[in-house]
């Protein structure tokens, strides 16, 4: 049997059981309402995804974590140890439900699965952090405060109250011979002390009113400081201009 008489006995097969009641004709509106909606629920995934990626960025910066890798394994072992792994997941299983909704597509069906996860991964990640590197965040919390919105609120306080150990982003006011006294995000005063063993990632030269993020070992009052990263164009938070406004 050739191709066209194997087609023609399809084409007959389908005619058949359509006439018999086995098979009921749709409506075509109904194929392009559900084409909408499956096309509206991926762009909301997405979105919500982008939005996920860069607030955890956004966390990272605000509690200093993000930048304390730069001094050595010790760093990096209060990175891993500062991440938001729950959020980690649940954008992780928004990028395997994505996945499957994808792969129902004709552009994405034939490809193998480890492209389209690849591309979502990247569009994700490349897309959460441009929304990172911009005000976003901050305009949210600060209008979440003003007009008290649910769940957004409680959030970016979270976020921005957070303290995790060893890491200490805030404001120089005032400078010593070796130290220098740090403002909190909280008003909170410390003296940091600064010894042959530490490391600066950027620079060495300090002023009164720069932000850094001290990575050191707490004691009564004081910070023995193992790295410093002087922050460049990094603004207070939300919370601190709440505080503020207070």
Do not use: C
């Not at 994505?98 to 792969?103: G, M």
């Not at 069906?109 to 965040?137: D, E, F, K, N, Q």
């Not at 976020?159 to 995000?185: A, K, N, W």
């Not at 164009?233 to 919370?239: A, K, L």
Request: cysteine-free; hydrophobic content about 50%; overall charge positive.
């Amino acid at each position: 049997m050739d191709s066209q008489d194997q087609e023609k006995q399809v084409h007959e097969s389908v005619l058949s059981a359509i006439k018999q009641g086995d098979i009921k004709m749709r409506p075509r509106w109904q194929f392009i309402l559900r084409t909408m909606l499956a096309v509206v629920g991926l762009a909301i995934l997405m979105l919500a995804l982008i939005y996920l990626i860069s607030l955890i960025l956004f966390m990272m910066s605000e509690t200093g974590a993000g930048f304390v890798p730069a001094f050595g394994s010790r760093g990096w072992l209060a990175f891993a140890r500062s991440l938001p792994w729950l959020m980690i997941l649940l954008a992780v299983a928004f990028i395997i439900v994505l996945e499957v909704l994808v792969r129902r597509y004709a552009f994405a069906y034939r490809r193998p699965l480890l492209y389209s996860m690849l591309g979502i991964v990247a569009l994700s990640i490349l897309s959460g952090v441009g929304v990172a590197g911009t005000l976003l965040h901050r305009r949210i919390s600060n209008y979440a405060y003003q007009h008290r919105v649910p769940f957004f609120d409680q959030l970016y306080e979270n976020v921005e109250e957070q303290q995790l150990p060893e890491i200490y982003p805030g404001q120089i006011v005032q400078l010593m011979q070796h130290s220098f006294l740090l403002e909190g995000r909280r008003g909170d005063t410390v003296e940091v002390l600064i010894s042959p063993e530490t490391m600066f990632s950027v620079g060495t030269q300090f002023a009164t009113s720069d932000m850094v993020v001290v990575f050191g070992e707490p004691a009564t009052g004081t910070i023995q400081a193992f790295g410093i990263r002087k922050l460049e164009n990094h603004g207070w938070s939300g919370r601190h201009v709440r505080m503020m406004l207070k």
